[in-house]
């Protein structure tokens, strides 16, 4: 009886531990972090469009250009305007699409020095319209 308490106690911890040793998929995280791992490969530079004076990230709530639904979660985002250079310089970083939140169903962000790729099965399936068009 004792053995089986034992066994069972440990096997809780080890289940506890996953959670705390930080396993968790896309679904399991807040929409704040989420947008937080989009734009995280992106220069320091332009992440700071997204950060306080403190260099700490805003609410998404105060993002330029994030729309929300009646849920309040994140609906559409345009940044085609946020990032808008005359040309378009290198170094400028990725942003990581497949963190988009599965509620996103309009992302643009054209015409800037963006690089990189991303496998679009990875997208969140309410997407509607994507435009990351002009870019690297």
Known sequence: FVF???AMLFSILISAADDLLGRHDKHSLPQQALMEIVISQLSANNQTVF???????????EWTNVFFNDSA?????TWCELFQLEE?????GTILLEWLPDTVT??????R?????????LLPKLLQRIDISDCR
């Open 106 to 111: 309009e992302f643009r962000i054209d015409g």
């Open 88 to 92: 378009k310089p290198s170094g400028q």
């Open 4 to 6: 089986l308490s034992i």
């Open 51 to 61: 950060q306080d004076l403190d260099g700490e990230f805003l609410d998404i709530t």
């Open 73 to 77: 979660e994140i609906h559409i985002i």
């Open 113 to 121: 020095g963006f690089h990189g790729v991303f496998d679009a099965g």
